[in-house]
C-alpha cells in the first residue's frame, strides 16, 4: 500500500544549529511534494513545494531536496530558532491529480536555548 | 483578509446525536477539503468537493456527510454512525483541483469530543 514515513520521535536541537527532517514514501512516484508546518492547536501552514525535476529548493532560510531514486525528501532549517519549533508535515498526492494530498504523521521540531 | 473560518472551535457530541461543522471560505477557492487528525496518525481525507453540487468520498467516509450548495460554504455532518467522532477537523481548499501544484489552505481546526 501507498505510504509516506516520517520521523515519529520529535527532534530537539539547539538554537543556530541546522534542523533535517525526514520524509520517505513508498509505492509510487508523484509529481510533487509539499511541506507544511503546523503549530499546536493550529491548521497546517504551507511552506514549500518541490517538483519531481526539481532536485532542491530554497526559500529564505528553509531548504527542501526531492530525490525521486531514493523516494525521500529532505526539510532543511538553517539558523534555527525557538520559533521555528513546531511539527512539520509532509504530503503527496498519491492518487495522481486533483491534489487530493496524502500527508504523513508529521515530525515535532524542538529548538532550545 | 481573505481565508478560512471554521466554527465552532471545540464542540461535544452526545451519544446518538448528529453535529454539524462549518467551513467558508472567501477566496473564491474552487476545491474544499475535509480532514481528520488523531494523534500519531496525520491528517487522513474524509471528503472533497472539486465544483459546487459535487463532492466524493476520502478514505475514511463512513459516518460522516457534507453538502457543498455554494461555493464558499462545505459543511461537514458527523453522525451517530461514526462511534469514534474525537479528533480535530480540518477544513482547507486550494484555487483549482485541477491543478497540480497548488497549495492548501487550511482553516484553524475543530476540536470534537464525546460526552
Known amino acids: 500500500s501507498q505510504k509516506i514515513e516520517q520521523n515519529s520521535e520529535a527532534l530537539n536541537i539547539q538554537e543556530g544549529k541546522t534542523a533535517t527532517l525526514t520524509c520517505n514514501y513508498t509505492?509510487?512516484?508523484?509529481?510533487?511534494l509539499q511541506w507544511y508546518r503546523q503549530d499546536p492547536g493550529r491548521g497546517p501552514v504551507f511552506l514549500l513545494l518541490?517538483?519531481?525535476?526539481?532536485k532542491e529548493k530554497r526559500k529564505e532560510r528553509l531548504k527542501v531536496t526531492f530525490d525521486t531514486t531514493l523516494k525521500q525528501s529532505l526539510f532543511h532549517i538553517t539558523a534555527s530558532q525557538p520559533a521555528d519549533s513546531a511539527t512539520y508535515l509532509c504530503?503527496?498526492?498519491?492518487?495522481?491529480?486533483?491534489?487530493?494530498?496524502?500527508f504523513g504523521t508529521g515530525t515535532q521540531l524542538k529548538v532550545e536555548l | 483578509d481573505g481565508g478560512i473560518t471554521q466554527s465552532p472551535k471545540y464542540l461535544f457530541r452526545k451519544e446518538g446525536q448528529n453535529v454539524t461543522l462549518s467551513c467558508e471560505q472567501n477566496?473564491?477557492?474552487?476545491?474544499m477539503y475535509w480532514y481528520r487528525q488523531d494523534p500519531g496518525q496525520g491528517l487522513r481525507l474524509i471528503y472533497y468537493s472539486q465544483i459546487v453540487n459535487d463532492f466524493q468520498k476520502g478514505d475514511i467516509a463512513e459516518g460522516y456527510s457534507v453538502s457543498r450548495e455554494k461555493k464558499e460554504s462545505f459543511p461537514l455532518t458527523v453522525t451517530s454512525a461514526q462511534k469514534n467522532p474525537t479528533a480535530f477537523y480540518l477544513c482547507?481548499?486550494?484555487?483549482?483541483?485541477?491543478?497540480?501544484?497548488?497549495?492548501?489552505?487550511f482553516g484553524s481546526g475543530t476540536q470534537l469530543s464525546v460526552l
Open positions: 518541490i517538483r519531481e525535476n526539481e
Open positions: 509505492n509510487y512516484s508523484p509529481a510533487y
Open positions: 504530503a503527496l498526492d498519491l492518487a495522481g491529480g486533483g491534489n487530493k494530498l496524502t
Open positions: 477566496l473564491n477557492h474552487d476545491a
Open positions: 482547507a481548499s486550494v484555487l483549482s483541483s485541477r491543478g497540480t501544484n497548488e497549495k492548501l489552505f
